[in-house]
């Protein structure tokens, strides 16, 4: 990254910043690293990317696998790691639905968004060696790559991802039940959704994941006009899905509305931690960081 960068590398996470960005490709590299910039001045020093390679030492491990040059600089043993120690297989299933085109003010589309996360995943996992595959869905599979630790790989997820486009009915439970069923090997599922579909409906099929011997992340993304409701006047509300339109005023419903979304939020996060499942919230007017830390931090669980 260029000097003046990381001058300022906190921008390289803002959402409007990192959309003038001319491809994904770029998108993804500046978000991940004015992150890990980021870390190196943050109170995060010290829990490093480096997890994939290294591990600390334990009583019975090899003496003569002890990094010494790690020592040297942590005053800690620690012992490199092998490859089929860290490799892993990740999974990132995203929403592409209609629901997911919506965006209020100067906030990007929960898409558009997303499809940056997505991104910034799949580089910072390909950077850790990790296998990284990519499932588009609304109502079923739209377009899938799977899992691979390559290059090559990481560039047709990025190409892929420049050119979703939000579209189609949700289904998500449908899918991630058939996506379940064609993961052979265990791994982490990362899903990033706005989670608008039958709730029972959808935690029994996150489980399924579980069942299978998964570890499951859930990014539940919002705008945060979901949350706020507050829109002004009679307003007229059209559904991205079905096409549908309501006219209401807003501050009638106020209310009523806010109390069913925190329920509804209540539910998904009780429900998943239940099935010990990882749940983060996100709107869309917060930078990339807070994602890409709880990512980091479910990743580092997994050695």
Not at 19 to 40: D, I, P, T
Not at 122 to 133: E, H
Not at 198 to 206: G, S
Not at 262 to 279: G, K, P, T
Request: hydrophobic content about 35%; overall charge negative.
């Amino acid at each position: 990254m260029p000097i003046e960068a990381k001058k300022d590398y906190r921008k390289y996470l803002r959402p409007e910043v990192i959309a003038k960005l001319s491809n994904m490709e770029l998108r993804a590299r500046f978000v991940v690293e004015g992150f890990l910039v980021g870390m190196h001045r943050s109170p995060y020093h010290g829990f490093s990317v480096e997890f994939a390679e290294y591990r600390q030492y334990n009583p019975g491990d090899p003496v003569r696998n002890i990094d010494w040059k790690a020592y040297a600089r942590t005053d800690r043993y620690y012992i490199k790691q092998f490859e089929e120690e860290t490799n892993l297989r990740c999974y990132i299933l995203l929403d592409k639905s209609g629901s997911m085109g919506y965006s209020s003010g100067e906030n990007l589309p929960k898409l558009e968004y997303s499809s940056y996360l997505a991104a910034s995943f799949a580089y910072l996992m390909q950077m850790q060696k990790d296998a990284v595959g990519l499932t588009l869905f609304d109502t079923r599979v739209v377009d899938e790559r799977p899992p691979s630790s390559t290059r090559l790989n990481l560039f047709e997820i990025l190409k892929l991802l420049e050119k979703t486009e939000s579209g189609g009915d949700t289904g998500a439970a449908e899918v991630f039940f058939e996506v379940a069923r064609r993961i052979h090997r265990r791994g982490l599922v990362v899903i990033i959704s706005d989670l608008y579909d039958k709730p029972e409906n959808m935690i029994r099929a996150i489980k399924q994941f579980r069942h299978m011997g998964h570890e499951v992340i859930v990014f539940h993304v919002i705008d945060p006009e979901e949350t706020k409701f507050d829109f002004k006047g009679e307003t007229i509300f059209q559904d991205l899905e079905t096409g549908k339109h309501i006219q209401t005023l807003p501050w009638s419903i106020r209310e009523e509305y806010q109390r069913r979304f925190i329920d509804y939020i209540d539910f998904l996060r009780l429900s998943m931690e239940d099935a010990q499942i990882d749940y983060e919230l996100i709107d869309t007017s917060k930078p990339f960081d807070v994602a890409l830390m709880a990512y980091l931090h479910k990743r580092g669980k997994l050695g």
